[in-house]
């Protein structure tokens, strides 16, 4: 069973970037759809992007769409999530998730096997 480690989080300003990455250990990404998910203190842990196994399809939430992109190497066993023009509102702890043998991630936490430990985000003004 694959295990996923997030990383690339950290304390950036109001429009900023960062860029998160999720290596995935112990077995095939290929086989796996992924998708990041984000909690802010307080709150459910949120859709943020998904992407299929074939890193040919990718969904974003609204909040996040035109900022965020999504991508996947499988041939390394990454996943990342680029984010741009980051706002206050983006500050959460992001998890990367991977539902087995899904073609599509889902928008659902409940679509996903495996998680990460988690990556803090903090946007600053």
């Known amino acids: 069973q694959v295990q996923l480690v997030e990383s690339g989080g950290g304390l950036v300003q109001a429009g900023g970037s960062l860029r998160l990455s999720c290596a995935a250990s112990?077995?095939?990404?290929?086989?796996?759809?992924m998708g990041w998910f984000r909690q802010a203190p307080g709150k459910e842990r949120d859709f943020v992007a998904a992407?299929?196994?074939?890193?040919?399809?990718?969904v974003y939430a609204d909040s996040v769409k035109g900022r965020f992109t999504i991508s996947r190497d499988d041939g390394m066993n990454w996943v990342y999530l680029q984010m741009n023009s980051l706002k206050l509102e983006d500050t959460a702890v992001y998890y990367c998730a991977a539902g087995y043998d899904r073609y599509m991630g889902s928008r659902s936490p409940y679509g996903y096997d495996i998680w990460g430990q988690g990556t803090q985000v903090t946007v600053s003004s």
């Open positions: 992407i299929s196994r074939s890193g040919l399809n990718k």
């Open positions: 112990g077995g095939t990404a290929s086989s796996y759809a």
